[in-house]
């Protein structure tokens, strides 16, 4: 229906001698798909603002996870960010790019980062916040998926799960990010949440 009213639009612009040379909307997955296809010509942007509710809402939802509130305090400032980056980069994509991933470094207290063009901060001093640890955070959350806090294990079940998790946690800590065209949320993410699909029944 998006996709429908999208075209009819379109045309009766088109038929009023009115060119659209920009098109903004939301991230509905069949205008996504044809609109490389139909409309090549048209410059297509995707509404922030979808884009950051999208994002709160799945933040919203990974800090309801046991050993996840930490990032409750955090979302305001990521769905902030997700504006600015937006709104501070024209159409520069890989600005947009590495401004985004700049708030992995920020949350753990590091502000310079691995980028040519956005090397550095552009905030001013910070105060003092509940910055997150990396790696601790992450290391715990593998340790909760293989031994779950609900369930009682005895000292040598325990020992073995502990050292999976380890296992887990050094075979992927090292892993690159995934990230699609759109900068997948789960980029932020804690990696130890993405894992690799491994999981022990208890
Ligand atoms: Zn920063």
């Known amino acids: 229906m998006e996709l429908l009213g999208l075209k009819r639009g ?6 009023n001698n009115i060119q659209v040379q920009d098109l903004v909307t939301d991230r509905h997955v ?20 979808h884009i950051a509710k999208g994002i709160s809402r799945k933040l919203e939802n990974a800090a309801k996870k046991r050993g996840a509130g930490q990032i409750r305090p955090w979302i305001k400032g990521i769905v902030n960010h997700t504006y600015w ?35 550095e901060y ?21 340790v909760n998926h293989f031994a779950p806090k609900s369930t009682h294990f005895f000292y ?13 946690y050094n075979e992927n800590g090292t892993r690159k990010q995934s990230m699609t065209k759109e900068v997948k949320v789960a980029g932020m993410l804690p990696k130890g949440k993405k894992g690799t699909g491994m999981y022990c029944k208890t």
């Not at 916040?129 to 593998?142: A, P």
Request: aromatic share 8%; net charge negative.
């Open 10 to 15: 379109l045309r009766d612009l088109e038929f």
């Open 122 to 142: 552009e905030h001013g001093e910070l105060e003092p916040r509940d910055w997150m640890q990396q790696g601790l955070d992450v290391f715990h959350s593998v």
């Open 156 to 168: 040598t079940p325990m020992l073995a799960r502990l050292c999976v998790a380890a296992l887990h």
């Open 30 to 49: 069949m205008i996504k798909s044809n609109k490389k296809k139909d409309i090549p010509e048209i410059n297509h942007y995707f509404d922030v603002c």
């Open 85 to 119: 980056v937006a709104a501070s980069s024209g159409d520069n994509n890989q600005l947009k790019l590495d401004k985004w991933r700049s708030i992995s470094n920020h949350i753990i207290n590091v502000h310079n980062h691995d980028s040519e063009i956005f090397p």
